[in-house]
Every structure is written in C-alpha cells, then in structure tokens.
C-alpha cells in the first residue's frame, strides 16, 4: 500500500488542478458534481477515475449529494467500460488516507476492468468472530448513524 498522500490545499491538488484545465486529462464525462477521466497509471486498459468536482479530501469530507452523484457516475461510467473494453470482471476500488491506500487527497473512485492474471492483488484477512462480538459492532454502528 503506499504511504504517501499528495494533501496540497485545496485548489492545488492535482485532480482540482486537472478539472481547472490547468494539466491535461483524457476526460470520459464532466456533470455538476463529477468528472471521469482516464487514470495516468492504466492498471489495465479502460481504467478510470471518478472525482467530486469540488474538493473534498476523502468519503467523509463529501456531502451526501456528492456522494451519490459520484456512484451515479460510476454507474455510468461501469456500463461504458462494459460496453467499450468487454472485460470479464470490473473492480470498484475507493482509498481513504494513507493506511487505507490512497496516494490524491482529492475523493475518487476507480472503475478497474479485471481479467485473468491482470496482476492485480488484494490480501483480504478473513477472520470470523463470534455472533456476540459480531451483534456489539453493528449495535456500535447503529447508535453512530
Ligand atoms: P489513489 O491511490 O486511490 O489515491 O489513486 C490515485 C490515482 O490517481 C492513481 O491511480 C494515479 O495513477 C492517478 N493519477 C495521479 N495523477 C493523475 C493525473 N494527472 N491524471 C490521471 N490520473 C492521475
Ligand atoms: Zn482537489
């Protein structure tokens, strides 16, 4: 995972200076609460990158609405790349700070077409605690939302 987050201010950031215009971008579509653009990295052929259009850190920093209109975008965007490359499989992938991945401090979503031996890999320790601890979580939860 990388460790390291561009966290320029707000208005500096690459992805706010990319919907500026101010650095080049092969845009896929642009709306009132979103933009969609080719990843530079290109995990595999089709990979793109959803952004709120106003700066907002991370998931949290986004208001309902923009949030919503992001996964709208997605959708969209999902049905193209589906459309457009055939892949066989299609990964969501949403990073929030450095421990959980991300590397552009500006909220996005990756749209990734999957294929077999893509070289993509994502350990995911399965562990399986009891129902109690399991009924003291999602009571936790409730209380927050
Ligand atoms: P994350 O690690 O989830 O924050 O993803 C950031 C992504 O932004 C990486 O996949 C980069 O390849 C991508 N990226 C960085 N700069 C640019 C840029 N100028 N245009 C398009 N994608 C970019
Ligand atoms: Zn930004």
Do not use: K
Not at 58 to 87: K, N, Y
Not at 113 to 135: K, N
């Amino acid at each position: 995972m990388p460790m390291f987050v561009d966290h320029s201010p707000p208005g500096q950031c690459i992805f706010c200076r990319l919907i500026a215009g101010e650095i080049p971008a092969a845009l896929v579509h642009e709306d009132e609460h979103t933009i969609a653009f080719m990843d530079i990295g290109q995990v595999t052929p089709g990979h793109v990158l959803v952004a709120t259009r106003r700066h907002a850190a991370t998931l949290l920093e986004t208001t309902p609405e923009e949030a919503a209109a992001v996964m709208r975008t997605v959708h969209g965007v999902a049905q193209a790349v589906q459309a457009a490359f055939d892949p066989p499989g299609l990964t969501l992938l949403q990073a929030n700070g450095a421990l959980g991945g991300q590397t552009v401090a500006h909220f996005h979503m990756h749209v990734v077409p999957r294929h077999a031996q893509d070289g993509i890999s994502f350990t995911w320790p399965r562990q399986e605690p009891p129902p109690a601890v399991l009924a003291d979580y999602a009571a936790r939860l409730r209380a927050a939302l």
